[in-house]
């Protein structure tokens, strides 16, 4: 059984920084692509990044700069770091994968359960 599990949310003060992590299981190889995403009160779920299997990554426009990633295939988890947060962080974040490519996120076919991050003035 395929399983993406998120970790290391939490409250923290503005400024301050994150690391999340998605452990995956279940999947026969590491040629799928990965995804973060956010959900946070009051707005539509956003894409945060994109992970192609050797690490690349694609920014949501609005969020480069303060968001890095780091895949470790030999783990098979993504981190997700976010610096100098602000209030308008506060989400859901989700990772999730498409068995179907390596690269170039399209069908998310796989969802872990998410990890809140609430960051407060």
């Known amino acids: 059984q395929v399983q993406l599990v998120e970790s290391g949310g939490g409250s923290v003060q503005a400024g301050g920084s994150l690391t999340l992590s998605c452990a995956a299981s279940g999947f026969t190889d590491t040629n799928y692509c990965m995804a973060w995403f956010r959900h946070g009160p009051g707005k539509e779920r956003e894409g945060v990044a994109a992970?192609?299997?050797?690490?690349?990554?694609s920014f949501a426009e609005s969020l480069k700069g303060r968001f890095t990633t780091s895949r470790d295939n030999a783990k098979n988890s993504l981190d997700l770091q976010i610096n100098s947060l602000n209030p308008n962080d506060t989400a859901i974040y989700y990772c999730?994968?498409?068995?179907?490519?390596?690269?170039?996120?399209?069908?998310?076919?796989?969802w872990g359960q998410g990890t809140q991050v609430t960051v407060s003035t």
């Open positions: 992970v192609d299997n050797d690490g690349s990554t």
């Open positions: 999730a994968a498409d068995r179907a490519t390596y690269a170039n996120c399209v069908d998310l076919d796989v």
